[in-house]
């Protein structure tokens, strides 16, 4: 079924090899051959893979969680090199990943009774698509790319996993040690150029495309999918609202809501994007906002600190963004709409917008970088209505300590998580959908699991 994992085959896993800062080795960049030659196997391990039991092949992935939780600090300090974190950030980046594939190995899709009569017996089960390409974004390298191993072998599908060509280490060392675990074909990865992504989409025996990132990519992959009817699992950007009610305890809540926001240095697709503060709180909720901000740690060795952005592309995104905050004489509470030039990186101040403009684009769009609005409410149907003004829907929550308030609130926005009193506060057993332009689909949970799965119900006719 499957090679038996041991500490001593984990204590195998070499990181020197990644180097010290500067001295990154090259990634390998595949071409449609390494493709062929990938699909080639994992089309012959799909159905042996599948007709081993659920519950085993949920063995199988905790030995292989195991022995990743044995490799922390490897990873831990591979995803800071490559992707850019604080170590504090990245521990957390690592052992959410952990929580999260433990969190599968517990799930189950038994086989459902639909009815059952004297005459008919109707069941309905869930089968594994087969070849899943799954394809991760470079702002959670490894919490992305083991949701989707989780989901999928659990389910079992067998995995082609595809990093993102800004941070592919980590992810090529999870397909390393699951050699070590897996049969043959079932996990594999591919690192590449602009060129793999569609060659993994376009090809003919890949059954589904699980990818996480941008709206655009989203939509592309999503219509290349289209033509073949090939399945599609999207996870997009949000755009993220977060209402502060009057009544909150300041002090308590201002730090909690400056943390999230300013977490991974603001490149989290679920974190608050848009705060939207009562009027009679504003600013002494903006002060104690702006003083996190200024006092932020770019230290990436310090516990609490944020890193740079973690890659060019997206620091020159923000800083566009920050041109037009400046261009349009938007106020600044924190931080500079300038580059920070006296440190080596892609860094950027923790910058807070004062009463920004509804219609400015950092209201508008999602900056994923250390840049958020604040804004000013006094009608609660208005403020919804602006958390609402959004193509996005991922996530939003409501900060109060009226629970019907909250919750009556809660229920009107327009996002598939909502969270009352926290924000990203996320769990493997719950599932995770979104509205809009967000996703399509859902994620995590026993929802999440069918998502790899095919329907078949079963009708018998008895006597």
Known sequence: MATNGSSSAVDKLDFTTFGNEGENPPAPVSTLEDVNRAVEPARNAAKSWAAVPMSKRQQVLKAFTD???????????????????????????????????????GLDLPEELLESSETRKVTVQYTPLGVVAGIVAWNYPIFIACGK??????????????????????????????????????????????????????????????????????????????????????????????????????????????????????????????????????????????????????????QGAIGPVSNQPQYERVKHMLEDIERNHLTIAAGSTKPLTD???????????????????????????????????????????????????????????????????????????IWINTHAATDPKFSSGSFKNSANGANFGVMGLKAYCNLQTIHARLG
């Open 149 to 302: 191993i989780g989901q999928a072998l659990a389910t079992g599908n067998t995995l082609i996993l595809k990093p993102s060509p800004f941070a592919p280490y980590c992810n090529l060392k999870l397909a390393e040690l699951g050699t070590r675990f897996f049969p043959h074909g079932v996990f594999q990865a591919l690192s590449g150029d602009d060129d793999l992504g569609p060659w993994l989409t376009e090809h003919p025996c890949i059954d589904v495309v699980s990818f996480t990132g941008s709206v655009a990519l989203g939509k592309q992959i999503g219509e290349t999918c289209g033509k073949s009817l090939k399945r599609c699992i999207l996870e997009l950007g949000g755009n993220d609202p977060a209402i502060v009610c009057a009544d909150v305890d300041i002090a308590a809540i201002a730090p909690v809501i400056a943390y999230l926001t300013f977490a991974n240095s603001g490149q989290i697709c679920i974190i608050p994007k848009r705060v939207y503060v009562h009027d009679s709180i504003y600013d002494k909720f903006l002060s104690i906002l702006a003083a996190y901000a200024t006092n932020l740690s770019l230290k990436q060795e310090e």
């Open 67 to 105: 022995a990743f939780e044995a490799q922390e600090e490897g990873f831990v300090q591979m995803l800071v090199k490559e992707q850019g974190k604080s170590i504090s950030e990245g521990h957390h980046e690592f052992r959410l990943s952990l929580q999260f594939l433990r969190g599968f190995c």
């Open 343 to 417: 440190r080596r990186g892609f860094f950027l101040s923790p910058t807070l917008v004062d009463n920004s403009p509804d219609s400015s684009r950092i209201v508008t769009e999602e900056p994923l970088g250390p840049v958020v609005p604040v804004m000013r409410w006094t009608d609660e149907s208005d403020v919804i209505n602006r958390a609402n003004n959004t193509d996005f829907g991922l996530s939003a929550s409501v900060w109060s300590r009226d629970a019907a308030q909250a919750e009556c609130m809660a229920r009107q926005l327009q996002a598939g998580n």
